[in-house]
């Protein structure tokens, strides 16, 4: 069974930094685009990051571009999201997802796996 879960959600002021994960266990994503979304309340989820199977290309939404790092750790399966200077808009839940085919894209719908999401809240 096939599964993503993240962590290192939480409450941080404005300014702040978190650092999500997402751990995938029941089959290896090492060749596979990976991303993180995010769903605030009231809103539809938004593409966050990606990252390429081998973490050598990155895409970021522009309102994120500068502050988030998405990274990835093939030997241990990981994907992670570096979060800095958070501002109270990035409230939402973090979803990571996994693609079994392709790449480049930012539609959700193109991506196969997704984890529970972990919440993070920035407070003013």
């Known amino acids: 069974q096939v599964r993503l879960v993240e962590s290192g959600g939480g409450l941080v002021q404005a300014g702040g930094s978190l650092r999500l994960s997402c751990a995938a266990s029941?089959?290896?994503?090492?060749?596979?685009?990976m991303g993180w979304f995010r769903q605030a309340p009231g809103k539809e989820r938004e593409f966050v990051a990606s990252?390429?199977?081998?973490?050598?290309?990155?895409d970021y939404a522009d309102s994120v571009k500068g502050r988030f790092t998405i990274s990835r750790d093939n030997a241990k399966n990981t994907v992670f999201l570096q979060m800095n200077s958070l501002k109270p808009d990035d409230t939402a839940v973090y979803s990571c997802?996994?693609?079994?085919?392709?790449?480049?894209?930012?539609?959700?719908?193109?991506?196969?796996?997704w984890g529970q999401g972990t919440q993070v809240t920035v407070s003013s």
């Open positions: 997802a996994a693609r079994i085919t392709g790449w480049g894209s930012r539609n959700k719908i193109d991506y196969d796996y």
């Open positions: 029941g089959r290896t994503f090492s060749g596979h685009q």
């Open positions: 990252i390429s199977g081998s973490g050598g290309s990155t």
